[in-house]
């Protein structure tokens, strides 16, 4: 099924929020520009999505919105496998042993458990202790080689790592170790209110801190003028200039120019016609993804069979990872 030359790509989205521009840039625009060069797969990590509680039709639509997008922003369900989580029993099956080889000390150091769990402090589920648990399963059922992700995934990356040099010291080569690819721009866009803090798809608070891909384009220029800068009105990358740091990725990251190169070409312009450029940039990239998402929502026979077939294939795979390890942990065969 898979192409034996080709080297495999995995990676998930979770649908607890509509994707935000954070989202595009850390991974779904390297997802498409990755689609036809590696056997990619990409899934709707929903089983990750109710570690926190969710309102259950709402969560349903977001799922089905979300591989919608996946196909809108070009990725290629006849060359690449786009499925469900909840599709394929592997997972849960597969991070259930994984926990039996993961150490409480090690997902304590989670950062985005403490995170989480701050957040969400009435709901302080197990589920999301061993959410990185899950996410080696997901990653490891399909023999990956590498895992395009935003900076925030890092540790997550490195424990799957762990967990799956220590299995394989115990039962042989069974699983392929990953490798992580973090671009250099885009994986970690700050927010536009409160650009100390990652962009996040899930955050209700302020609206305008988040650019989500869905939302109106005249939105999208409104929330990036009105995103917070500084009073010394100079573009340049600074720690000590995190609104206007954060704008420059923005621009370098939707347009593919390098840092430097966005840097040069803003300097000695004014803030607002600053941003009036990083907006067109952004709504230029943004609008054929809208458009084409529109169409597709339309067609409902065509997502339900993409679906369906993402469903069998990824299974198909996950399977045969499976069936090696209930063996090597000693259950019946
Ligand atoms: P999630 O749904 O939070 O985010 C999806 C992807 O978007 C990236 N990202 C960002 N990149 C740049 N700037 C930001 N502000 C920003 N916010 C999010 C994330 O790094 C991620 O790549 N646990 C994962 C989903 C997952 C997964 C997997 C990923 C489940 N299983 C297996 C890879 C492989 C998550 O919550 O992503």
């Not at 996410?135 to 399909?142: G, P």
């Not at 206007?244 to 120019?257: C, D, P, Q, R, W």
């Amino acid at each position: 099924m898979l192409d034996e030359k080709k080297k495999i790509i995995y990676s998930a989205m979770q649908p607890s929020g509509y994707p935000s521009l954070g989202n595009y840039l850390g991974a779904l625009k390297n997802w498409k520009n990755l689609k036809d060069d590696f056997d990619c797969i990409f899934s709707i990590a929903n089983m990750h999505a109710i570690t926190v509680r969710q309102d259950s039709a709402n969560l349903r639509k977001k799922t089905r919105d979300l591989i919608t997008l996946f196909i809108a922003i070009g990725l290629d369900p006849e060359k690449n496998i786009i499925y469900y989580q909840s599709d394929v029993p592997a997972h849960a099956e597969l991070s259930w042993i994984l926990n039996c080889f993961t150490y409480m000390g090690e997902l304590n150091r989670m950062t985005q458990f403490k995170e989480k769990s701050s957040k969400h402090s009435e709901n302080i589920n197990s589920g999301l202790f061993t959410y990185p648990v899950l996410m080696a399963a997901d990653i490891l059922l399909y023999q990956t080689d590498v895992v395009p992700v935003g900076e925030d995934q890092r540790q997550h990356l490195e424990i799957c790592r762990d967990i799956a040099e220590r299995f394989n010291n115990i039962y042989g080569e069974v699983f392929k170790i990953p490798e992580g690819f973090i671009p250099k721009v885009g994986a970690r866009i700050m927010g536009l209110q409160n650009p100390s803090k990652k962009m996040s798809k899930s955050e209700s608070d302020n609206d305008n801190n988040v650019i989500y891909i869905l939302d109106d384009l005249n939105l999208i220029r409104n929330k990036i003028k009105r995103s917070v800068t500084d009073s010394d009105n100079e573009i340049r990358y600074g720690e000590d200039k995190p609104g206007i740091s954060n704008l420059l990725n923005i621009y370098s990251a939707v347009t593919g120019k390098s840092s430097e190169d966005s840097e040069n070409e803003f300097r000695g312009v004014g803030y607002g016609e600053f941003k009036e450029a990083v907006a067109e940039a952004v709504i230029k990239e943004i609008r054929p993804i809208q458009e084409k998402y529109r169409e597709l929502s339309s067609d409902k026979a065509y997502i339900d069979s993409v679906i369906k077939e993402g469903a069998d294939k990824a299974s198909y795979i996950a399977n045969k990872t499976l069936r090696k390890v209930k063996k090597k942990v000693g259950f019946p065969q």
